[in-house]
């Protein structure tokens, strides 16, 4: 059976009406609009090396085209076969942009449609562009997932096993739909919306199998891709290239899952996001996001520093795609507009190997002020949202990426994610505690987990119903390797002890009963409480759960330095008291950042270079000169004293010389009266 499931997949992928791609398998390319074997199909052309004359390429697509229907014919006697077992059956239901097929499985009662398109494929002129919607004539076989996003699969080893197998490719923005029990279009199921994290730079939605989880929750579970690394995140500061595609991409995700819930049997007023930071940054897009969802749960990472796009860029397209001012009324946003379309021409692995050979520089959202007006920190989220917030504790294996064995590569990375008064803040906070840079380094994320969670939780719990809890299970051998997204091994069924199985358990309760009810439920009747800003209640999930794991204040030490730290920054940036230091704002994850834009003094990057070069050679012009005058008055000097009568200047071995006003006084001693009185010359000289 699991043979014919492969060679099923195998087949499908080559009437996929999404592929679009070379078949290898076929030989054929396949068509925007329709699947290879069919008419809508061309020859190959520049992806056959071996391509003859056009008689010759015309025999050999007739002959794989017949080949391809006798394939078909195969497919689809497998297909009855395997439904006539009551094993699977097909399930093809409508919606708005087709026809969509999908496979329903007795054994597990539920209906899968994979690699479902949301949108247009971002290759080509389409890259760095918002995603558009999709449409398809005929029937979409949803059987297989798609190819994951580009990305490095090595950043986050917790899911690198998960990823190293699978295809990559820029057209991945596809959804994957499992439906629980018989569909009918009466039926008003939950749905929870899974979008997964990795730091904006590796991941999948097709990580893990949603089948066992959707039967669990009794609920409609849809994963989404979205564009990962430069692909989803490249921006240039402007309108040039304003950024946050991957965003947009999960916003049409959400788009396409509320517009086609009712075929599914779903409930379009009942939908619940699940996941990391992405999850957040949703609920604060108000103008584009209202109404889309109305329960989130933001599992991990309000830790990502959100730095500032415009070097990134430049670094990325100066090298490969350097481009000048040809005419002076040509702006800095014309230019990185050719810029722009100079990068769309590059392969994709031109980007992958520049994240591989760079990969401290993290492409991540920014505040274009089109998906996001302003900071994390200071942003509003939606009120009639509820929420869930999840503080993970990390562990020192967690940061193995990150160079933090030696104090230069600590203070490096910090570099990255905190501000420069915070990082002396950070060292003295935290270096007397343990000198292992490694260990402070968690510590130091863990408590700025802990004070950035809570303190946007006092926000949410003001207008909306908020539930915090600590994820602190340590799990031995393999958390090592997979500390990061624990939670959504556990969630998918990826558990590998008893204590792990007890978790998931009461996470999925937990979830389940949130997204019907809008409160979490904890097993043996302990009352998970609602977070309030004067306690900041929480719960310690643990495997053995106790009334004693429901807590307040998490981490209070952290919170409180972390809480003073800000307010001084605060301080700082406070426009009514005058001060020397340059302004802040904020700009990441719930903490205050040097202000630096270069675009706030009409400059770039490269026109700041010129005008400091062209200080260094003003000022050595100007040292130059100071060194000349200094010569040129010291000469006056030396001549000066050249042309005065010399002082007495008694020399060893030598009897003193006879100073001008010694002359003088014997002159008036010994010289005749008349002649001393008339000073004359004659007289004086012969003396």
Known sequence: MESCKKYMQRVEKSRHPTYRGWDEESGLVCHLEDWCGNKAVFPPTQHNKNSGNASTVSIVFIFKSYLTEIRNSLYYTLIDIVTAT???????????????????????????????????????????????????????????????????????????????????SEDCLYLNIYVPGNMTKNATQHIMVWIHGGNFVTGSASLFDGTKLAKKWDSILVTVNYRLGPFGFLGSGDEALPGNMGLHD???????????????????????????????????SNNLTNGLFNRAIVQSSLWRSFPKPWPMFNKLAGSTCPHKHEHHHESHVDVKRKQLRCLKNLTSEYFLNYTLTNRLELFSPTIDNIFLNDSVFLAIPQKDIDFIFGVPQFKESDFEVFPTNTRKGFENTLGRTFSNISILAIKSQYLKLDNEMKKVFSNAYNGHLAYTTQTI??????????????????????????????????????????????????????????????????????????????????????????????????????????????????????????????????????????????????????????????????????FVICVTLILI??????????????NTVNTPGTKSAVTYSSTAKLNEAFLPESNSAGNNPETITKF
Request: proline share 5%.
């Open 633 to 646: 008055l010291y000469k006056l000097r030396s001549l000066k004293r050249k042309n005065q009568p010399c």
């Open 457 to 622: 939780a006092d926000k949410t719990s003001k207008d909306s119903p908020t539930y915090v809890y600590s994820y602190s299970v340590q799990i031995p051998d393999i958390s090592s390797e997979s500390s990061y997204g624990d939670e959504f091994r556990f969630l998918f069924g990826s558990t590998t002890t008893t204590d792990e199985e007890i978790i998931a358990d009461l996470m999925i309760d937990a979830w389940s009963h949130f997204a019907h009810t809008g409160v979490p439920q904890l097993p043996n009747n302990i009352k998970w409480p609602v977070y309030e800003e004067e306690n900041r209640s929480y719960v310690e999930l643990r495997p053995n759960i106790t009334e004693e794991n429901v807590k307040t204040r998490l981490k209070e030490s952290d919170w409180i330095f972390w809480n003073d730290l800000i307010a001084n920054l605060e301080k700082l940036s406070d426009p009514s008291k005058p001060t020397t230091e340059a302004p802040m704002k904020h700009t990441t994850m719930g903490h205050m950042e040097m202000k630096s834009e270069p675009i706030a003094w009409g400059m770039e990057d490269k026109m700041v270079h010129d005008l400091l070069m062209g200080l260094v050679i003003v000022s050595v012009f100007l």
């Open 250 to 284: 999960q916003l049409m995700a959400l788009k396409w899952i509320k517009e086609n819930a009712i075929p599914f049997g779903g409930d379009a007023q009942n939908i619940t996001l699940f996941g990391t930071e992405s999850v957040y940054l949703l609920s604060l």
């Open 86 to 168: 009551g094993a699977v059956r097909e399930e093809t239901i409508n919606v708005k942009h087709g026809i969509l097929k999908g496979t329903y499985d007795n054994e597990t009662d539920v209906t899968s449609f994979l690699g479902v398109p949301y949108a247009k494929a971002p290759t080509h002129h389409l890259r760095f562009e918002l995603p558009q919607s999709y449409y398809w004539n005929g029937t979409l076989y949803a059987t297989n997932f798609s190819s994951i996003c580009m990305q490095d699969i090595s950043y986050l080893k917790a899911w690198k096993k998960y990823l190293e197998n699978q295809s990559m």
